[in-house]
């Protein structure tokens, strides 16, 4: 089943405590992203990849990182999490718009974190 | 920059009423995309529909339609005789292929839809 799998899918941390949420799709699809959701803004894109080790920012970026080593995978890493970052989380997968322009994003099921 | 406005934050309606959301967007570009997408309370996202640019036929599909109207930069749904299943939070979104961001999707604030039985 074509599928994207985030893990895990609640998580309550404490403020600096170093965390990675794990995204994995296996649909070989170039182009992946991370976004939050927040009440009232939507769906906020933080980080993307075009293909493995391109990566660039998305409109809110600060205090996450992501790497690509594998096209597969593309984890979302927060280094010293703070309460602001308690929020709905969501990876993303697709084609490259090379290929497709209008295709379909492929979401994952969302990670719900709440940082005290 | 590109940016999507639902106006309507909440719906409140009683069953088989007809729900329109409206969702009016901003971009540069003459090529792009437009989704919406359902959020059930379960938290997925569930893609309904995708529109480019150059399609301005409007479409139904069961219960839910669309209509999309290029000159007033509006791209609305309508579900008609809703149910309590349709209860969501809906999203409209908005993608520019020729952004830097790539497949980047712009959303709107979303709209929640509240069917009482």
């Known amino acids: 089943e074509a599928q994207v799998t985030q893990n895990p899918r609640y998580l309550i941390t404490v403020t600096g405590k170093k965390l990675t949420v794990t995204c994995s799709q296996n649909m070989n699809h170039e182009y992946m992203s991370w976004y939050r959701q927040d009440p009232g803004l939507g769906l906020r894109q933080i980080y993307y990849s075009m293909n493995v080790e391109v990566t660039d920012k998305g409109d809110v970026p600060e205090g996450y990182k992501v790497s690509r080593k594998e096209k597969r995978n593309f984890p979302l890493i927060l280094e010293s999490p703070s309460p602001n970052q308690t929020s709905l989380y969501f990876c993303?997968?697709?084609?490259?718009?090379?290929?497709?322009?209008?295709?379909?994003?492929?979401f994952g099921p969302g990670t719900r974190l709440t940082v005290l | 920059a590109q940016k999507v406005t639902q106006a309507q934050t909440e719906i409140s309606v009683v069953e088989k009423e007809d729900v329109t959301l409206d969702c009016v967007y901003e971009?540069?570009?003459?090529?792009?995309?437009l989704f919406w997408y359902k959020q059930p309370p379960s938290g997925e996202l569930v893609f309904l529909i995708r529109r480019n640019s150059f399609d301005e036929q409007n479409e139904i599909s069961g219960r839910y339609s669309w209509n999309f109207q290029k000159s007033t930069s509006s791209f609305n749904f309508t579900i008609t005789a809703s149910q309590v299943v349709d209860s969501a939070v809906y999203f409209c979104?908005?993608?520019?292929?020729?952004?830097?961001?790539?497949?980047?999707?712009?959303f709107g604030g979303g709209t929640r839809v509240l069917v009482k039985p």
């Open positions: 979104a908005l993608r520019d292929p020729w952004q830097a961001a790539g497949n980047k999707l712009t």
């Open positions: 993303a997968s697709s084609l490259s718009k090379l290929t497709s322009g209008g295709n379909e994003q492929f």
């Open positions: 971009t540069r570009d003459t090529t792009y995309y």
